[in-house]
């Protein structure tokens, strides 16, 4: 992988020490160190406060074979990664280390991959969406986008082999203000912690499904946008625990019913600070780049669909007609498109016009998820690419020959036709380089092969609580 440096050689100590400080003035007395494996599942190792600045000098242990884990907690290997051997370290990022409101006492710290002499792993996703975002710098574009994160909320039935389903918080109407009703208590819990631990709250709603609901937090600018997302999850999750819920981020909680997406809104803004998916003369009022970019990221959709939707179940959910963006097109506002442009109401364009990747799960790993957008983006960049017409219906309800002539088709329809389409991709494969694109692949097949025939209600049971 073409990657950056990472901090430890140069020891990066002062913002350490004031980052210590400040969370130990806000009553922070341990941080969970929070790393998202290829698998999607996130990882913590925890320290007290007091080893912060020698942990973002030196890091924390984490074995390489955590590359090559899968969802169900089983190892595989791949070309590069395989075995007992060998260390690397997690560095916690001081600049996005933050206090969370939720869970007294508890900070929550991103972390980048090193090895053992300070120089960048290269199976670290956070690593390579850094990496990806520089190339992007290098472009004169800065990232702007933030993660609208869907959930389902119930009781757990005591866990076992023979878990029964949970019970949904509640059971609708879709949208409806009954459904508010009924966990509104946990409700004000959530934004509360959310405004005062300064994430912030967009957006607060029902959702269609049993159960479920959906947040959505202002951007953040680069890996700020991934890391975010790392706090909105555990936020979630210690609020649904204090208020006896459990949550669930799994692509599809019931087996047959709309899933739980996970849509990446992106825009791109130049060095004089204009957002360039507005104001241009391009479609719909894109600028040049803004086009390249986005025609960019609509080629590799096929290829990118392994890292969105990257489990078998993640299948049960891209799925025609639930607004999971199952068709590799783009359109005004379209949300059957995997690209759905958001152009925002008139008098607010400069601010809100965005790209939503809307193909894209909560077992996606948010590090790989941008990394591997942005480096479509880029590519698109690059060979000046052009979008086709948007398309303004419901792909399904256009004829198939018409749909073809319009270049629209559907994205993969299972894992195993996903990692067909990424093991393709050279363009993929020279960004992420080969230990992280091999390792990434190999914990794909490894899943495709443990889960792909079996029952879709035991796939979904097996995967319900692990994001
Ligand atoms: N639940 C839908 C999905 O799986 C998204 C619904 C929406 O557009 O918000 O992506
Ligand atoms: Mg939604």
Same mark, same amino acid.
């Given at each position: 992988?073409?990657?950056?440096?990472g901090r430890s050689k140069s020891g990066g100590g002062g913002e350490a020490a004031e980052t210590a400080r400040r969370l130990a003035a806000s009553g922070v007395e341990a941080v969970a160190l929070a790393i998202?494996?290829?698998?999607?599942?996130t990882l913590v190792k925890t320290i007290p406060l007091r080893r912060f600045e020698e942990a973002a000098r030196f890091g924390i242990g984490l074995?390489?074979?955590?590359?090559?884990?899968?969802?169900?907690?089983?190892?595989?290997?791949?070309?590069?990664?395989?075995?007992?051997?060998?260390?690397t370290r997690l560095m916690p990022d001081p600049a996005q280390t933050i206090g969370l409101a939720?869970s007294p006492g508890w900070a929550l710290a991103p972390v980048d991959q090193l090895?053992?002499?300070g120089?960048?792993?290269?199976?670290?996703?956070r690593?390579?969406?850094?990496?990806?975002?520089?190339?992007?710098?290098?472009?004169? &574009?800065? !990232?702007?986008?933030?993660?609208?994160?869907?959930? #389902?909320? +119930?009781? $757990?039935?005591?866990? *076992?082999?023979?878990?029964?389903?949970?019970?949904?918080?509640?059971?609708?109407?879709?949208?409806?203000?009954?459904?508010?009703?009924?966990?509104?208590?946990?409700?004000?819990?959530?934004?509360?912690?959310?405004?005062?631990q300064g994430?912030?709250?967009?957006?607060?709603?029902?959702?269609?499904?049993?159960?479920?609901?959906?947040?959505?937090?202002?951007?953040?600018?680069?890996i700020a946008?991934?890391d975010?997302?790392l706090v909105?999850?555990h936020?979630?999750?210690?609020?649904?625990?204090?208020?006896?819920?459990?949550?669930?981020?799994?692509?599809?909680?019931?087996?047959?019913?709309?899933?739980?997406?996970?849509?990446?809104? &992106?825009? !791109?803004?130049?060095?004089?600070?204009?957002?360039? #998916?507005? +104001?241009? $003369?391009?479609?719909? *009022?894109?600028?040049?780049?803004?086009?390249?970019?986005?025609?960019?990221?609509?080629?590799?959709?096929?290829?990118?669909?392994?890292?969105?939707?990257?489990?078998?179940?993640?299948?049960?959910?891209?799925?025609?007609?639930?607004?999971?963006?199952?068709?590799?097109?783009?359109?005004?506002?379209?949300?059957?498109?995997?690209?759905?442009?958001?152009?925002?109401?008139?008098?607010?364009?400069?601010?809100?016009?965005?790209?939503?990747?809307?193909?894209?799960?909560?077992?996606?790993?948010?590090?790989?998820?941008?990394?591997?957008?942005?480096?479509?983006?880029?590519?698109?960049?690059?060979?000046?690419?052009?979008?086709?017409?948007?398309?303004?219906?419901?792909?399904?309800?256009?004829?198939?020959?018409?749909?073809?002539?319009?270049?629209?088709?559907?994205?993969?329809?299972?894992?195993?036709?996903?990692?067909?389409?990424?093991?393709?991709?050279?363009?993929?494969?020279?960004?992420?380089?080969?230990?992280?694109?091999?390792?990434?692949?190999?914990?794909?097949?490894?899943?495709?092969?443990?889960?792909?025939?079996?029952?879709?209600?035991?796939?979904?049971?097996?995967?319900?609580?692990?994001?």
């Open positions: 992988m073409a990657s950056s440096r998202v494996i290829n698998s999607g599942v074995s390489p074979v955590f590359t090559v884990f899968q969802v169900d907690d089983q190892i595989t290997s791949s070309p590069h990664i395989g075995g007992p051997a060998g260390d939720a090895d053992q002499e120089d960048p792993y290269p199976g670290c996703p690593t390579f969406a850094r990496t990806m975002l520089e190339r992007l710098a290098g472009h004169g &574009l800065e !990232l702007r986008g933030g993660f609208e994160i869907e959930f #389902f909320l +119930g009781h $757990r039935a005591t866990p *076992g082999p023979d878990e029964a389903d949970p019970t949904p918080a509640h059971t609708g109407p879709a949208y409806g203000a009954i459904a508010l009703a009924d966990v509104e208590p946990f409700a004000t819990a959530l934004i509360g912690a959310f405004e005062a994430t912030g709250v967009m957006q607060f709603h029902p959702e269609y499904s049993t159960g479920q609901l959906e947040l959505s937090v202002p951007h953040g600018v680069g946008a991934a975010t997302h909105v999850r936020t979630i999750r210690a609020v649904a625990r204090t208020h006896d819920y459990t949550a669930s981020f799994a692509p599809v909680v019931f087996a047959g019913r709309v899933g739980n997406g996970n849509h990446l809104h &992106l825009s !791109l803004w130049d060095r004089k600070g204009k957002n360039l #998916f507005q +104001g241009g $003369r391009g479609p719909e *009022g894109m600028t040049r780049d803004a086009e390249a970019f986005t025609a960019g990221v609509l080629e590799a959709l096929p290829a990118l669909t392994a890292i969105t939707a990257p489990s078998v179940p993640s299948y049960e959910r891209l799925q025609p007609h639930r607004w999971s963006g199952p068709w590799a097109c783009w359109g005004r506002e379209n949300r059957e498109a995997a690209l759905r442009f958001v152009t925002g109401m008139v008098g607010s364009r400069p601010e809100a016009a965005n790209l939503e990747v809307k193909s894209m799960d909560p077992a996606a790993n948010p590090y790989l998820a941008l990394g591997a957008i942005v480096a479509a983006g880029i590519d698109g960049l690059d060979r000046e690419l052009s979008l086709p017409q948007p398309v303004a219906d419901d792909p399904a309800s256009i004829p198939a020959r018409t749909r073809r002539s319009l270049g629209v088709s559907r994205l993969p329809d299972s894992l195993s036709a996903a990692i067909r389409e990424l093991e393709k991709s050279s363009m993929l494969r020279e960004a992420m380089g080969d230990v992280l694109f091999d390792s990434f692949l190999a914990t794909r097949r490894a899943e495709r092969d443990v889960f792909e025939d079996q029952d879709p209600e035991d796939v979904v049971r097996v995967h319900r609580w692990r994001y």
